[in-house]
């Protein structure tokens, strides 16, 4: 539920921007932790795929139950043909921005930073990876 919220809060966004809003959010999924901090992970993935995404473009919000045990996997990916180049894992860096073409935007450059650090907190990770136009930011979290 605190996942659909969030995805929810950025349809007008999406549509102002003329960016297509999709989700598919399993059933029964649950997470023992603070709902606060699943709904600002949540935000600032949709927020940071918002920014970057290719004009037109979509973003797409995936949840689903862990493989083997407790917690979750949330998956935000977009459109953003210009990856095939870039150095993911400094992604995470507080303050790094990789594309210069989005220096117009507005934030600080600590979003996947925070981000990271909410994954560490579930006791989980973050990952980001690209692959035939889309890039995909993975986390994987556990009962906090």
């Known amino acids: 539920d605190v996942v659909g919220q969030a995805v929810d809060s950025f349809k007008?966004?999406?549509q102002q921007r003329g960016i297509t809003l999709e989700s598919s959010l399993a059933d029964g999924v649950t997470l023992r932790g603070n709902a606060a901090s699943l709904e600002q992970l949540?935000?600032?993935?949709?927020?940071?795929?918002?920014?970057?995404c290719d004009e037109g473009g979509t973003v797409n919000v995936h949840l689903a139950k862990a493989r083997l045990g407790r917690g979750c996997?949330?998956?935000?990916?977009n459109d953003y043909a210009a990856?095939?180049?870039e150095d993911y894992r400094r992604f995470f860096e507080r303050f790094y921005r990789a594309d210069e073409a989005h220096e117009n935007q507005q934030?600080?450059?600590?979003?996947?930073?925070?981000?990271?650090?909410i994954c560490k907190r579930y006791?989980?990770?973050i990952k980001a990876s690209w692959k035939a136009g889309v890039i995909t930011f993975t986390c994987v979290l556990k009962d906090a």
């Open 42 to 52: 949540t935000c600032l993935l949709v927020d940071n795929a918002m920014k970057y």
């Open 83 to 85: 990856g095939a180049d």
């Open 107 to 117: 934030g600080y450059g600590i979003g996947l930073s925070v981000a990271e650090s």
């Open 123 to 125: 006791h989980g990770g």
């Open 12 to 14: 007008s966004v999406a």
């Open 73 to 77: 996997t949330l998956a935000v990916s």
